[in-house]
């Protein structure tokens, strides 16, 4: 199943016998109008997410902006968006999916596997010509089952996961890329956290890269040939970014690339978690360090 769909297939879909839930998770960093957006013009049928209270955990700063969820609360939220065992999942945002990849990952990650992006999201939607709709679409409470298991370190799921003690190892022995964008990388400029710079030993790999002007990902192969030069081939690769969101898109980008995301780890604390340690150092500059 690939990763992507088009609006016209999905279009498609949503008029078929066994319709997919589809999940609208506007969002972006610096603004809190994502649900406005949504009430004005959304795809019909399309079920709000927070990512803020959904799609995050609650924590100290020490931990990250962002935490993941717990098993039991991604469970309560997807519920709540109607989703139900079996049924298919599309996501989308109206940014480059770079808030949808952080549901579609979630997903993946509690052991639902027929999860897919909707290729440049509501822009590409309507760009097509199809009907939006407004308002709060509620959904009948789904039945869906988040299967993650406990381990001594924590809630294990589908896809890995690296804590703030692997890091350092990940950036020495494998490849550690930096989803944000190249300023934030080089310490030129920090908008939200404590620190400027990056891990050292990361890779500068900012996810823009991975979208074409319209904010619809780049052909696989063109994709394939950028991690490629990034030097992923062969090595354990994960990736992080400022609090864990955008870095799932990198996998998802990745994944449309061809590469397994069962073997890409996320950093889930990221930058946000990283840089309130100030035990940690911090690189600056276009290298690694």
């Known amino acids: 199943m690939s990763l992507l769909i088009q609006p016209a297939d999905l279009a498609q879909l949503l008029h ?35 990512l803020d209270s959904e799609l995050a ?72 010509g199809l009907d939006v709709a407004s308002g709060e679409e509620l959904p009948p409470p789904g039945d869906v089952v988040v299967d993650v298991e406990r381990g001594p370190d924590g809630e294990r799921g589908h896809l890995p996961t690296l804590s703030m003690a692997d890091v350092a ?18 310490g030129e400029t920090e908008p939200i956290d404590p ?38 081939e062969g090595h354990a690769v994960a990736v992080y970014c400022g609090s864990g969101v955008t870095a799932a898109h990198q996998i998802a980008a990745m994944a449309a690339a061809g590469y397994d995301p069962a073997r890409i780890a996320l950093y889930p604390g990221s930058w946000s978690q990283w840089s309130n340690h100030p035990e940690l150092p911090a690189a600056t500059g276009p290298e690694p360090g």
């Open 169 to 186: 190892a990940a950036a020495r022995e494998g490849v550690l890329l930096d989803a944000r964008a190249g300023e934030r990388y080089r």
């Open 195 to 232: 620190r400027a710079g990056h891990i050292p030993g990361a890779i500068s790999a900012p996810t823009t890269e991975n979208l074409d002007e319209a904010g619809r990902f780049l052909s696989a192969d063109t994709l394939r040939q950028r991690f490629a030069a990034l030097g992923v």
């Open 57 to 128: 955990g609650h924590g100290h700063a020490t931990g990250g902006r962002h935490p993941l969820p717990t098993a039991a609360e991604l469970q309560r939220a997807a519920r709540r968006w109607g989703l139900r065992t079996g049924q298919p999942v599309v996501v989308h945002d109206a940014a480059g999916n770079g808030a949808a990849a952080r549901a579609w990952w979630l997903l993946r990650w509690a052991g639902i596997t027929d999860v897919r992006l909707l290729d440049g999201g509501l822009h590409a939607w309507q760009t097509a």
């Open 16 to 50: 078929g016998e066994r319709p997919p839930a589809v999940l609208d998770v506007r969002w972006q960093l610096g603004r809190s109008d994502g649900h406005e957006q949504y009430l004005a013009a959304h795809i019909p049928g399309a079920v709000y997410v927070d």
